[in-house]
């Protein structure tokens, strides 16, 4: 087999922000560094309602460390947030912390487990933290995000925020729907006119009974 089967299908690109240089740690088991980098968000840190504004700064606190197999690292990252408030649609921007940790394998390194497919490896002394960092952030992000806690949301008739518009808003009745409901709930309903009236009453066997008897 020539040699060059071991070429990887992406070279990584030492100058890219989340890809880490771990030459300084020699490969020897034991030696680790910490730093702190700032990083440009890469774009899709998000889901639906919350996410990561490409290009804004999260910051990574990180602890490389090699093991006899690879490089261990270990990091939190602190990850400004925006998005909307699940209830009351407002704009939300904060940021959150989601931690991590991984271990990224040498590539001359032979991997016995049975895990290869999901294995993160370095290539030549280089890491790739992406992938690493977007599964932490995704899994971090609210799903249901709010604007505080105790967000009172929309009103469900007008739309109006409960929060501006504060806690004695209501509705009078003015919707068919809601009148209808209110009649069937409470008072009777007025009986159709037929029933009371009075000629109908009468007919039958009172007048029949009076027939003369021999
Ligand atoms: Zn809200
Ligand atoms: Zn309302």
Known sequence: MPHES???LTRLDPNAPLVLDTRALSRQPGS?????????????FGVEMVG???GAAIELDLRLEAVLEGVLVTGTATVPLE?????????????????FQELFVYPDTRSGG?????????????????PVLRDAVLLALPLSPLCRDDCPGLCAECGARLADVGP??????????WAALQD??????PEPPEGGRGDSGPRG??????KQEG
Do not use: K, Y
């Open 6 to 8: 071991r070429t990887p």
């Open 32 to 44: 680790s560094r910490e730093m702190r980098l700032s990083v440009p968000a890469p774009e899709d």
């Open 114 to 130: 049975n895990a290869e497919d999901d294995e993160l490896r370095l290539e030549d002394d280089l890491i790739d933290l992406e």
């Open 52 to 54: 990561v504004p490409e």
């Open 205 to 210: 066997s009172v007048d029949q009974q009076g």
């Open 184 to 189: 069937l709930a409470g008072e009777p309903s």
């Open 83 to 99: 998005g909307e408030c699940a209830r009351c649609l407002d704009p939300i921007a904060s940021t959150f912390e989601a931690d």
């Open 168 to 177: 004695d808003h209501h509705h009078d009745v003015a919707d068919p729907r």
